[in-house]
């Protein structure tokens, strides 16, 4: 939709002769152990980077006052501020700055792995070029191995129609019936690919409280989130990027990893609950989930 924009700076922003690339690592500390999560098909896994506040206004704010810093040494100049708001090749801008490499998962990778946002600062100072990052990921495939729907179908290669950060996220409609058993208890992105990267085992945590788990979001049970009304979901993700998805699509997914959840009581009786939900959605996810269970028709 934006045609050459994206590749293009000065087209997007008139007068750019450089960007400013910046990193934040956004690594909760007090989140519960992600494997932990994902091996207890009990509980639900949400991404790490949407268990606590919405980074967008909290970069947008610190990269605007960082503008306002160089501006004060260097006198007026033309800036604009990006975080996911623009078409803009952040990755590849990165790169070029010495940020990280693309790694075979399509993430920025760096010496202290990849949990971390990315922002920009268009401006129009003539500034130093910075060195490329060189890559360092050799031989290894392992996050191309672990991802459950083997999304990333070449190095360097994502197929976005099968990865479950996009199935669960940007997808508006039904889930596809094949991917739904390969999903698990992830509800709200999927975070395996940065898991498994050996880089990872160097990250330091954030050192922003703002990015610490919310509402007991990193260990929460599906169960109960599954109960939430949408008055209640507005507002636990009141300023989380989880509320962009939506009521009827966060029960679309819970409803998914129901399906995928053991043949308890509480289980049962949750899908039972909401297999007459007004929204057509919820109720084709929530009587697939049941059929998984064994219950078709019984509902």
Not at 207 to 224: C, M, N, Q
């Amino acid at each position: 939709r934006h045609g050459i924009l994206r590749s293009r700076p000065a087209d997007l922003v008139e007068g750019t002769c450089r960007v400013i690339s910046v990193r934040m690592d956004y690594r909760p500390t007090g989140a519960a152990d992600a494997d932990a999560v994902l091996s207890e098909p009990r509980q639900a896994y949400i991404s790490r980077y949407a268990l606590g506040r919405d980074y967008h206004k909290l970069m947008r704010k610190r990269l605007a006052k960082l503008a306002k810093r160089i501006e004060a040494a260097v006198g007026p100049f033309g800036y604009r501020v990006f975080v996911d708001s623009a078409p803009v090749l952040e990755k590849p801008l990165a790169e070029k700055a010495g940020l990280g490499w693309v790694g075979k998962h399509s993430n920025l990778l760096h010496r202290q792995g990849s949990w971390f946002f990315l922002g920009e600062i268009y401006v129009d100072l003539p500034l130093p070029v910075d060195t490329a990052t060189k890559p360092h990921c050799g031989t290894c495939r392992s996050c191309m191995d672990v991802c459950p729907t083997e999304a990333i179908v070449a190095p360097y290669v994502v197929d976005a129609r099968l990865c479950i950060s996009y199935l669960t996220i940007e997808l508006q409609g039904p889930i596809p019936h094949e991917l739904r058993p390969l999903i698990g208890n992830r509800i709200y992105g999927c975070d395996d690919c940065q898991l498994v990267c050996p880089w990872n085992r160097f990250t330091p945590g954030t050192a922003e409280s703002d990015f610490e788990p919310r509402h007991e979001l990193d260990a929460a049970s599906l169960v109960e989130l599954f109960a939430w009304d949408e008055s209640q979901f507005l507002r636990r993700t009141e300023g989380s990027a989880i509320r962009r998805l939506g009521h009827e699509r966060w029960l679309r997914n819970i409803a998914v990893a129901l399906g995928n959840a053991p043949s308890e009581p509480a289980v049962i009786e949750a899908l039972r609950s909401r297999s007459d939900a007004s929204s057509p959605l919820v109720r084709e996810h929530v009587l697939w989930a049941l059929k998984q269970h064994g219950l078709a028709g019984s509902e």
